[in-house]
C-alpha cells in the first residue's frame, strides 16, 4: 500500500520529505532551542510533520496538474515563513507574532539590520523548490485524482499525527496553552507552522474578549490587586512631596555594564558615582516584550504587564487606561514627554492622548542638524540639553519623561563621541555597545550639570531607568567572554535583564543613600514614585508595590513567565538558587511563586484583552 501510494503521489511525498527536513534544519541551525529530554528532540523531530502532512494532503483533492502548483506555492510560502523568522530570531531570540506583522514599518533596528541579518545560505532553502520543479517538468502531470479511499486513509494519518504530536507536547509541557506567552515551548511542543496558527486564532479570541467583559470582570482583578497592595513605609511617603519629577529613560542600557570596565576603565563612571547618592535598586529586571521602549513607558505609566505578543502602543491604543499621568494630574502636576523621535512613531501621539500627557515634545520640537545627530536621531547630550531648556519653561511641578536614543541598535557612534576602547569580544555589537553607553554616562554627566545650572537640581526627584536589554542572547559568545564566564546559563539571561534604576533626590539621598538588593520590576515604578512624592496608590489597579514598603514580599516577573524573589529564579522549567545560581532538584519550591506569577500575567492580560478600565471608577 504504502510503495503503491508512493509511486502514485511521489510529487506529494517528495513536497513533504524537502519541507520537513528544511524546517528541522531551520530549528537545529536557525534558532537556538535548548532540548533538555529525548522527549523534547523527538518533538521537535516530528513537530513539522503534523503542519505539513495535513495541510499539503489538500493537494490530494485535485487533479495532478493543480495538485503541482498547490504544493510548490505551500512549499514556498512556509519557507518565507522559516526565513522571516530565522531573520527576526537572529535578531530577536523570539518568533514572529501576528501583532509584530502590523508594526513592521517601526521595526527600524530591524530594518537596518535585515542586511546584516539576512544569510545568503538562507537560498539554499529553496533548492528543494527547483528539484520539484526539474521533475515536474520531466514527468508529465496525468488528469487523475486521488481515489477516496486513499483520501480517508490519508486524513485518518494525519489526524492521528497531529494527536500524537498534542499529546506528546502536553506530556512534555502540561498547562502548554495556558502559558501563551512562552513561545519558545509552544514551537517546540507543536512545531513552528502551528505555532503561527494558534497566535493568530489567540488573537482573533483576544479581540473578542472586549465585547464580552463587563464590570465583574474588573472586580476580580481589583480584588487580586487590592489584596497585594503594600502600604507605603512611613518614613519615604512624602519625601520628595511637590518636586518636579525628571524621569530618564536609559535607551537599551542593562545593569551589568555598570559593575563592568574596559583595560581599568569604567563604563559609567557618571552613574557609579550618582549611584551611591542615590538609592539604588541592583536587582531591578526589565518586564517588556515585543513592545520595547513602548512597553517600558506603558508598564511605568500603568503598572501592567504589557502584551506577551505586540506592542500594546499599537494593539490597545483604542483602550481607556488610568495611568500614572491622570493620578498625577489630579494633584496638579503638569506631564510632558521628551523624545526625538517623530510622534507618530509607535503610535506614542495616540498613546500619549490616551495617557493623559499634557504635552508631547518631539522631534520637530527639537533642533536636529546633521552635526549633532547619529544612528537614530539627535545625540543624547544636544537632546538632554536642549530638554533642560523646555523644563524650564513647563508649569511647574511637572513630571517630565525623556527617552534617550543614542544607545540604540545598532550601537553606532562618531569617532569623537567615543571616550572608551572598544572590548575585544567576538560579538562586534557587543563590543560597539560598551562605547555608546559610555557616550551615554557622559550625556547624563552633563544634564545633570545644565540641570544644576538652570536651577531645576534642588527641587527635583530625579529617575533614571534602563528600558530593556540591548544585548541579546545571540549575542552570549561574546557576553561569557566579556563577563569571564565559561557560558551564560539561562539563570544568566535571567539576571542579564536586570537594568539600572536609580532615584536621586537632591538634599536627601545624598545624605542617605541606599543600596536596594531585593528583586523588583518596572511595574513597582508607579507606586514607588507617587508614594515618595505623597500620592497614594490604594484603591487603583496595579500589579507593582512599594519598594519602599516593609509589607511588600519581593518579586519580579518577566513577560516570558521567568521570574525572580529574594530566593530564588525560575526560568525555562526550571527552579534555581538565586544564591549560588545552581538549579534545584526540587521544584516545588518554586510552585508557590510560579502560580503568583501565572496569576498576574493571566490577570493583566484580563484587564488588557477585555479594555477593562473603562469600568475603572475611583
Ligand atoms: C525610538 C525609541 C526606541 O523612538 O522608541 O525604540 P525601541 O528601543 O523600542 O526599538
Ligand atoms: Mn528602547
Not at 493623559?356 to 540639553?385: H, M, P, Y
Not at 545644565?450 to 529617575?463: C, T
Amino acid at each position: 500500500m504504502k510503495k503503491t501510494f508512493f509511486s502514485n503521489h511521489r510529487f506529494l511525498c517528495l513536497s513533504i520529505l524537502f519541507m520537513w527536513m528544511k524546517t528541522y534544519a531551520v530549528y537545529k541551525l536557525g534558532f537556538d532551542l535548548q532540548n533538555n529530554s529525548v522527549l523534547e528532540e523527538c518533538l521537535l523531530l516530528i513537530n513539522p510533520l503534523s503542519f505539513i502532512v495535513p495541510l499539503f494532503g489538500i493537494a490530494l483533492l485535485l487533479t495532478e496538474k493543480k495538485q503541482r502548483i498547490f504544493l510548490l506555492s505551500a512549499n514556498v510560502m512556509l519557507t518565507g515563513i522559516l526565513i522571516a523568522n530565522t531573520v527576526f530570531y537572529g535578531f530577536y531570540i523570539d518568533f514572529i507574532t501576528i501583532p509584530v506583522l502590523f508594526q513592521a514599518s517601526n521595526m527600524g533596528d530591524m530594518g537596518s539590520s535585515v542586511q546584516e541579518l539576512f544569510h545568503p545560505l538562507y537560498i539554499a532553502l529553496f533548492l528543494d523548490i527547483a528539484v520539484l520543479f526539474y521533475l515536474g517538468k520531466r514527468h508529465k502531470a496525468g488528469k487523475g485524482k486521488a481515489s477516496t479511499r486513499t483520501v480517508k486513509a490519508y486524513a485518518w494519518a494525519s489526524a492521528g499525527l497531529m494527536l500524537c504530536n498534542l499529546a506528546l507536547s502536553e506530556a512534555e509541557q502540561p498547562k502548554l496553552f495556558k502559558h501563551p506567552f512562552d513561545r519558545e515551548a509552544l514551537v517546540k511542543g507543536i512545531g513552528l507552522f502551528h505555532f503561527h496558527l494558534y497566535d493568530t486564532i489567540s488573537q482573533t479570541l483576544n479581540a473578542g474578549a472586549k465585547a464580552f467583559a463587563d464590570e465583574d470582570s474588573l472586580a476580580a482583578v481589583a480584588n487580586y490587586t487590592q489584596a497585594d497592595y503594600s502600604r507605603p513605609s512611613e518614613s519615604k511617603f512624602g519625601l520628595a512631596k511637590g518636586r518636579n519629577v525628571i524621569f530618564v529613560t536609559l535607551e537599551s542600557t542593562q545593569r551589568f555594564v555598570m559593575d563592568e570596565r574596559v583595560n581599568g576603565r569604567e563604563i559609567t563612571p557618571f552613574l557609579n558615582k550618582l549611584r551611591k547618592k542615590s538609592y539604588d535598586f541592583t536587582h531591578f529586571y526589565q518586564q517588556t516584550e515585543q513592545g520595547k521602549t513602548s512597553d517600558s513607558e506603558f508598564i511605568t505609566a500603568n503598572s501592567l504587564y504589557p502584551s506577551s505578543s505586540g506592542a500594546v502602543f499599537f494593539t490597545k491604543s483604542g483602550h481607556r487606561f488610568n495611568t500614572m499621568y491622570h493620578m498625577l494630574k489630579d494633584r496638579q502636576y503638569y506631564s510632558a514627554v521628551l523624545h526625538a523621535n517623530h510622534k507618530a512613531f509607535w503610535n506614542r501621539d495616540e498613546m500619549y492622548g490616551a495617557f493623559g500627557i499634557d504635552r508631547f515634545f518631539d522631534a520637530d520640537e527639537f533642533k536636529v542638524t546633521q552635526e549633532n545627530s547619529t544612528g537614530w536621531g539627535l545625540k543624547d547630550k544636544e537632546f538632554l540639553e536642549q530638554s533642560a531648556e523646555k523644563l524650564k519653561k513647563l508649569p511647574q511641578p511637572f513630571y517630565a519623561s525623556l527617552l534617550t536614543l543614542t544607545n540604540h541598535f545598532p550601537f553606532e557612534i562618531d569617532k569623537q563621541d567615543q571616550l572608551i576602547e572598544e572590548p575585544d569580544t567576538s560579538s562586534e555589537l557587543l563590543n560597539r555597545y560598551v562605547t555608546t553607553v559610555r557616550y551615554e554616562d557622559e550625556a547624563l554627566k552633563h544634564f545633570f550639570k545644565k540641570l544644576k545650572k538652570e536651577g531645576l537640581y534642588d527641587n527635583a526627584m530625579i529617575v533614571l531607568m534602563g528600558d530593556h536589554y540591548g544585548i541579546s542572547e545571540a549575542h552570549n559568545q561574546g557576553l561569557a567572554e566579556f563577563l569571564g564566564k565559561e557560558e551564560i546559563t539561562p539563570f544568566d539571561t535571567v539576571q542579564l535583564q536586570r537594568v539600572p534604576f536609580i532615584i536621586h533626590i537632591p538634599g536627601v539621598t545624598d545624605r542617605a543613600p541606599e543600596t536596594i538588593a531585593s528583586a523588583a520590576g518596572q511595574v513597582d515604578v508607579r507606586p514607588t514614585l507617587l508614594h515618595l512624592l505623597g500620592i497614594e496608590t490604594k484603591g487603583s489597579i496595579q500589579f507593582g508595590n512599594d519598594l519602599f514598603s516593609g509589607e511588600r514580599t519581593p518579586f519580579a516577573v518577566l513577560r516570558n513567565g521567568s521570574f525572580i524573589t529574594d530566593d530564588h529564579i525560575y526560568t525555562k522549567n526550571t527552579c534555581y538558587s538565586r544564591k549560588t545560581g545552581e538549579p534545584l532538584s526540587d521544584m516545588s519550591a518554586c510552585s508557590d511563586e510560579k502560580e503568583k506569577a501565572e496569576q498576574e500575567l493571566m490577570l493583566s492580560d484580563k484587564i488588557l484583552n477585555g479594555d477593562l478600565l473603562r469600568f475603572y471608577k475611583q
